[in-house]
């Protein structure tokens, strides 16, 4: 007896979940369902959405699987499985709500076309729909590939989404030189707003500004109206105007990142990214072998265009000279204060562009080509000319330190501060030099230390100032790669009448309170 009730239960309970099977197939994986799932999703974004094939499955629960899935008018999303889980007691009113949802390789490429996102897919349908999709909570995508521009992200994002608001558990993103992990929440897709939290091994700021330009420039959404028949991907609208509502804000650490040429280390900060560009304040990371520490604000309008504003400290000047296209033109340590505006598309136009002021503080280096001291020595030799050029000393010019404050405008920096001191010499110059180290135009008066004045010879010692150290009126003009060192023989001689009038009054002071004793 008790065989055959078990019998019973076993027979009852396979039968059950073949009905089960038949049931959950009936309203999940005819072609019905597909051509109403594909129907309702259509009218939800406001895009042509197209399954390819339909599945279902009821352990460990209740699911759908939506194969081939394309997404716009040509196809900019393409889904390879999208599978669906939702619960029975939604499912017996048959409705799919508070669904989790996976998309296996996938496909984004940008600009996307404008979507329309209804509230809800509900109040639209037909009441004779087979099967109505409610609402989305939980989506996760694995091996989705985001294009654009020939650049691809690729990455994993698992999410919960409520209503416009989608809230980042996980993203882990790459793409060639860029790789990151992102966590935070959007409050609304529509014009994306939100807080974030990257934390990166690598980024590639051009490449995510790109990302971000592109997604802003062919997300916008036009609610309210209906998405056409046949949709045509939009033109790239200018930045600021797709999105003119779009606010991120993203909490950033990564161990090395680049921006054009320039690549940096131990990254730490906060961006704020909207549809016109990126503000980077406060902001910190290792350059050159040093510190930056402040502020860069990049527009992305028609022209982009920077702010700095910060300073650095403990910057190696061989590397930032050779940075800027001259190698080997400086050596030592640089620091200092820079507020800087420019704009441009390449680094000539930010150099044409760029205006503020920069303050620097050189210590214990050198300036390629310079040599005061040999320029000295040779001035003494000069005869006949007002004016004397050195021509190219070749010899490095070692300094103790070296600094000024610089005004920035039409590609050029202007000085009237500039301090050039070593153990041997003491310049004071102004002028200005070509950002671009096409041109330097200095002069000022070169002091000899006093262990150097004291051994000058007859022809040097006509030159000392009141503080008895030789003085000498010089120009330094050229190239950053090819500096001349110029004597003023003219002041030269000024100075020596002056020097020696000098001596002849006191000596004839002397002389006079000699004979008065």
């Known amino acids: 007896m008790w065989k055959k009730l078990f019998a019973a239960l076993v027979i009852l309970v396979l039968a059950g979940g073949a009905a089960l099977y038949f049931w959950a197939h009936a309203i999940l994986a005819s072609e ?79 600009p996307l076309p404008p979507f329309t996102f209804t509230s809800s897919t509900a109040d639209t349908p037909p009441a004779s729909a087979p099967v109505t999709l409610v609402s989305i909570d ?75 330009s592109d997604f802003a420039n062919g997300a916008a959404s036009s609610s309210g109206s209906p998405a056409p028949a046949t949709p045509t991907p939009p033109a790239a609208s200018p ?34 990214i909207t549809a016109d560009g990126a503000a980077l304040e406060p902001i910190t990371f290792r350059l050159f072998g040093g510190h930056y520490n402040g502020g860069i604000t990049l527009s992305l309008g028609a022209t982009p265009a920077f702010h700095l504003g910060a300073s650095v400290n403990g910057i190696d000047l061989t590397s930032l000279s050779t940075f800027v296209g001259h190698p080997g033109v400086l050596s030592g340590t640089l620091a200092g204060r820079l507020t800087v505006d420019g704009h441009g598309e390449t680094a000539a136009d930010v150099i044409r562009t760029a205006a503020g002021t920069v303050t620097i503080d050189a210590r214990n280096g050198s300036v ?61 110059a102004a002028g200005t030099i070509r950002l671009d180290g096409s041109r330097v135009d200095l002069a000022g008066p070169v002091q000899l230390s006093d262990a150097l004045s004291k051994q000058a010879g007859r022809d040097l010692l006509r030159y000392t ?53």
């Open 32 to 110: 019905t369902v597909r051509t109403a799932i594909a129907s309702q999703l259509t009218r939800a974004i406001g895009q042509p959405v197209h399954i390819g094939r339909i599945g279902a499955s009821i352990l460990p629960r209740v699911a759908m699987t939506l194969g081939d899935v394309t997404i716009g008018q040509p196809a900019r999303i393409t889904v390879a499985d999208l599978h669906v889980d939702t619960n029975v007691r939604a499912l017996l009113s048959r409705r799919i709500e508070h669904a989790t949802v996976r998309l296996d390789g996938a496909r984004i490429d940008l």
């Open 138 to 212: 939980d989506i996760a995508l694995h091996d989705v590939d985001i294009v654009s521009g020939g650049r691809t992200l690729h990455g994993d994002v698992d999410l919960t989404a409520r209503g416009r608001t989608v809230t980042i558990r996980h993203a882990a993103l790459a793409a060639d030189s860029t790789a990151l992990d992102l966590t935070g929440t959007i409050s609304d897709i529509d014009a994306p707003a939100g807080e974030l939290t990257v934390k990166a091994g690598s980024l590639d700021i051009d490449q995510l500004l790109a990302f971000v």
């Open 239 to 272: 930045p600021g105007e797709a999105h003119p509502k779009m606010n991120l804000l993203v909490a950033l650490n990564a161990d090395k990142a680049s921006f054009g040429a320039l690549a940096v280390e131990a990254v730490a900060g906060r961006a704020r």
């Open 368 to 428: 390629k080509g310079l040599g005061l001291v040999r320029g000295l020595v040779l001035a003494t030799s000069m005869r006949g000319d007002s004016k004397a050029d050195l021509g190219s000393t070749n010899a490095d010019e070692p300094f103790t330190r070296m600094g000024g404050t610089f005004a920035l405008g039409g590609g050029t920096a202007t000085t009237n501060d500039l301090r050039f001191e070593s153990k041997d010499v003491l310049l004071s």
């Open 465 to 517: 100032a009141s503080d008895d150290r030789v003085t000498l009126p010089i120009t330094i003009t050229g190239s950053a790669d090819d500096l001349h060192v110029g004597v003023d023989l003219t002041s030269l001689a000024k100075r020596a009448i002056i020097n020696r009038t000098g001596d002849e009054v006191k000596k004839a002071l002397g002389d006079l309170l000699g004979k008065d004793k």
